[in-house]
């Protein structure tokens, strides 16, 4: 199975930062990667799909990118909104795998 | 628009089966060449994806879970099921249904359920 490796695993910010949040395949897929949010108690909810597409009705302050192995998930300007844990997952093959999250808390 | 609501025991006990039941809302499970999976998300850990099954009714499983793992279509009610035996402690957690489709994986979600394993 593709393992994926998100870092950093958690990360404090303020309203109004841009933040950064990376992850990487054990081996290249290409550009087969998506990225969720999940606030407490919820489910995830798909941000970005095919490395850099912004699902609809996503705020345009998500943005993703790279290819291969290494892949960004980056928020500018965060809202309140936005403290929530995130995960990568790989789309390539099965078993899908997901990164082990990144948990953004207010500083 | 398309969502799913899962259903089913908040408690089981060791060794028994697990059964869970996702009724899809807003699109027929038997059309569209979408993949319906479950993922479970054990107590403060992370995602796992357990397996799929396609509309036409073949699946797939994670290696991990293979053995105890059956999903299966029930298209009168427009419903998939999962079945998990032999449970144990370590399968206690929030299981979630979705599907999953080339270019827009895992979206939408259930709510989510947690069950317990707990004698």
């Known amino acids: 199975a593709i393992q994926m490796t998100q870092s950093p695993s958690s990360l404090s910010a303020s309203v109004g930062d841009r933040v950064t949040i990376t992850c990487r395949a054990s081996?290249?897929?290409?550009?087969?990667l998506a990225w969720y949010q999940q606030r407490p108690g919820k489910a995830p909810k798909l941000l970005i799909y095919?490395?850099?597409n912004l699902q609809t009705g996503v705020p345009s302050r998500f943005s993703g990118s790279g290819s291969g192995t290494d892949f960004t998930l980056t928020i500018t300007s965060l809202q309140p909104e936005d403290f929530a844990t995130y995960y990568c997952?790989?789309?390539?093959?099965?078993?899908?795998?997901f990164g082990q999250g990144t948990k953004l808390e207010i500083k | 628009q398309v969502q799913l609501q899962e259903s089913g025991p908040g408690l089981v006990k060791p060794s028994q089966t697990l059964s869970l039941t996702c009724t899809v809302s807003?699109?027929?499970?038997?059309?569209?060449?979408?993949?319906w999976s479950w993922i479970r998300q054990r107590p403060g850990k992370g995602l796992e994806w357990i397996g799929y099954?396609?509309?036409?009714?073949?699946?797939y499983y994670n290696p991990s879970l293979k053995s105890r793992v059956t999903i299966s279509l029930d298209t009168s009610k427009n419903q998939f099921s999962l079945n998990l035996t032999s449970v144990t402690a370590a399968d206690t957690a929030v299981y979630y249904c979705?599907?999953?489709?080339?270019?827009?994986?895992?979206?939408?979600w259930g709510q989510g359920t947690l069950v317990t394993v707990s004698s």
């Open positions: 099954v396609y509309s036409s009714g073949s699946n």
């Open positions: 095919g490395a850099s």
């Open positions: 997952l790989q789309d390539h093959n099965y078993p899908r795998t």
């Open positions: 807003g699109a027929s499970i038997s059309s569209g060449g979408y993949y």
């Open positions: 979705a599907r999953d489709d080339y270019g827009a994986p895992f979206d939408p």
């Open positions: 081996q290249d897929i290409r550009n087969d």
